[in-house]
C-alpha cells in the first residue's frame, strides 16, 4: 500500500495517472487497428517522455526503470498491440518500475 506520507507518493500518483493513459490507448489499439497510429504516437511522443522525465527528476533516473520505458517503447514501435501490452504489464506489477501497482 502507497505511505501517501512518503515524499515520493505525489510522483509515483503521477506515474499512475500516466499509466493510465498508456493503458486506455493500448485498449483503443487492441480494440481497434485503426486505432493503432495515434496511440502508438501519443505512448511515444508525449506519454513515455513524460515518465522519463519523471523517472529523472524524481526516482533517481533508476536505470532499472529506464529499460523497462525502453522495452515499453521498442514494443509499441512494432506492429502487434499484443506484444506492447506484455511490455506495458512490467509496468503494472511489482518490478522495476514506479511502484504504482501498490496503490
Known sequence: ???LDHPRSQHVLEA????????KRLLAWREDE??????R???LRTLLP??????AAHFGASKKIYR??????????????????QAFEVLDGPGDNFGTWAI
Request: no cysteine.
Open 68 to 85: 523497462t520505458l525502453d522495452a515499453l517503447g521498442k514494443a509499441v514501435q512494432g506492429a502487434d498491440a499484443a506484444k506492447a501490452w
Open 34 to 39: 485503426a486505432a493503432a497510429a495515434s496511440a
Open 41 to 43: 504516437m501519443e505512448i
Open 1 to 3: 500500500m502507497l505511505d
Open 50 to 55: 513524460q515518465l522519463e522525465a519523471l523517472n
Open 16 to 23: 499512475a495517472r500516466i499509466e493510465d493513459l498508456i493503458r
